[in-house]
């Protein structure tokens, strides 16, 4: 039996991928799509190459007024899921992609490649964010052995664009704004920084002192964290200790080398690695993602196909895109 799907937020980066993910689940049938600028067009107009779904028509978004569904996965802008899904009936096992719901009371923080037993059977997923998801990849492993200093860990990230969004008309993000640029925003209160630190907390029992600073490059999709720890650790260690952390996980690939966006691009992947000097007393994590797939609609098929009783590597085994 298949199981039935819907995704609001349908046409928005997120919410798209999540789309072109689903549509080619070997379990999810995506039977609703919603929106709201969208409303009324079919997917085939937003998506020309998206097949049979193809006339599928994007509904009015109206938590209260859903067919009969199994999970509905949102990708709504920060702000625009909290009283909308609350409405939803609670037989509709939930993932929201959105900001709305990590680490709030009722919901499980979906990070699912380091706590994947805590979602199993759940009903209400907080997807991590994509910068979160990059970081604390790289993170979790040294937290659990105790490698570094919880309460010293200093992140320079870097994004592309797509990050922001497809709805933002803001010219800050046109080709004309973004080309032969960086930038870094956001600084000392970006929105990632409370559940970076409230993990960082739960794995290790410390924190306290995380400095997190993204940047904005020209490129469409990807995000690279390179992460400063105080640790004696050697390089050895910290990788053997992620090998170890990661050894039964289907996504995560620990690297030797650091890692490249591009060897993520269009998957489920993340990559981690690690560079350290005892004698400084500095360790450097690595962490590479798709922040449209790890970092959004790709952690959330993850999730509900561990919510759904899926083997979670489910529509997901797809490898990147190369060039």
């Not at 964290?225 to 640790?231: D, E, F, L, P, S």
Request: glycine letters at 12%; one cysteine or more; charged letters at 20%.
């Amino acid at each position: 039996m298949s199981i039935r799907i819907g995704i609001v937020g349908v046409t928005g980066y997120g919410g798209g991928e999540a789309l072109r993910l689903c549509a080619t689940h070997p379990e999810f049938e995506v039977v609703y799509v919603a929106g709201e600028s969208s409303a009324g067009s079919k997917l085939i107009d937003r998506y020309p190459g998206i097949g049979s779904l193809g006339e599928l028509i994007v509904q009015k978004w109206n938590p209260t007024d859903l067919p009969k569904l199994d999970v509905l996965f949102a990708s709504l802008p920060t702000g625009e899921s909290k009283a909308a899904l609350a409405a939803v009936d609670k037989r509709v096992k939930i993932v929201d992609i959105g900001g709305d719901h990590r680490y709030v009371d009722g919901w499980t923080y979906g990070l699912a490649d380091i706590w994947p037993d805590k979602i199993k059977g759940q009903t209400r997923i907080a997807n991590p964010g994509c910068y979160p998801a990059a970081t604390l990849t790289a993170l979790a492993p040294l937290l659990a052995s105790k490698l570094i200093d919880p309460a010293d860990i200093i992140v320079d990230a870097l994004t592309g664009v797509s990050g922001a969004g497809r709805g933002g008309s803001d010219s800050k993000f046109s080709y004309a704004e973004v080309n032969e640029d960086a930038a870094a925003y956001g600084l000392l209160k970006h929105t990632h920084m409370p559940e970076i630190a409230s993990t960082i907390t739960a794995i290790s029992g410390g924190g306290g002192g995380l400095v997190f600073t993204p940047h904005l490059i020209p490129m469409t999709r990807g995000i690279l964290a390179t992460i400063y720890c105080k640790g004696t650790a050697t390089t050895e260690q910290c990788l053997a200790a992620a090998r170890e952390f990661y050894k039964d996980r289907a996504f995560v690939r620990v690297s030797d080398k650091p890692p490249h966006t591009k060897w993520t691009l269009g998957s489920n992947l993340a990559f981690v690695s690690y560079a350290a000097d005892p004698e400084r007393k500095l360790i450097i994590a690595m962490g590479a993602v798709d922040n449209l797939g790890k970092g959004a609609a790709g952690m959330a098929v993850q999730n509900a196909n561990l919510i759904c009783g899926l083997p979670e590597t489910a529509g997901l085994s797809g490898a990147p895109l190369w060039p």
